[in-house]
């Protein structure tokens, strides 16, 4: 079985069929399970309600519960880095 050490390594599934595929001949390094919960930060955070397709909800659910991860805390990280992303991009250090 091949251990996937870099999520970069995880590719896009086209079908259901073609994920079990590869999940059958691979595993996700501990650390790298580890590195990906969130750590909640101790200041008070804000509850806010976002609408989704119901489709692309089960399909964030199915790649959070495939990395044994709450969905909602894999989405604050999926923002999280799309922010910095942004913010290096921009060179906006400010925001």
């Given at each position: 079985?091949?251990t996937?050490?870099?999520?970069?390594?995880?590719?896009?599934?086209?079908?259901?069929?073609?994920?079990?595929?590869?999940w059958?001949?691979?595993?996700?390094?501990?650390r790298l399970?580890?590195?990906?919960v969130?750590?909640?930060?101790?200041?008070e955070?804000?509850?806010?309600?976002?609408?989704?397709?119901p489709?692309?909800?089960?399909?964030?659910?199915?790649?959070a519960?495939?990395?044994?991860l709450?969905?909602?805390?894999?989405?604050?990280?999926?923002?999280?880095?799309?922010?910095?992303?942004?913010i290096?991009r921009?060179?906006?250090?400010?925001?």
């Open positions: 079985m091949n996937i050490s870099d999520w970069n390594d995880v590719p896009d599934f086209e079908t259901d069929e073609e994920e079990h595929q590869f059958s001949e691979h595993s996700l390094n501990p399970i580890n590195a990906s969130h750590a909640p930060d101790s200041k955070s804000t509850t806010i309600t976002l609408r989704f397709d489709r692309m909800l089960s399909r964030i659910k199915r790649i519960r495939s990395r044994f709450n969905y909602q805390s894999m989405m604050k990280q999926w923002l999280a880095e799309r922010m910095e992303e942004e290096r921009s060179g906006d250090q400010d925001s």
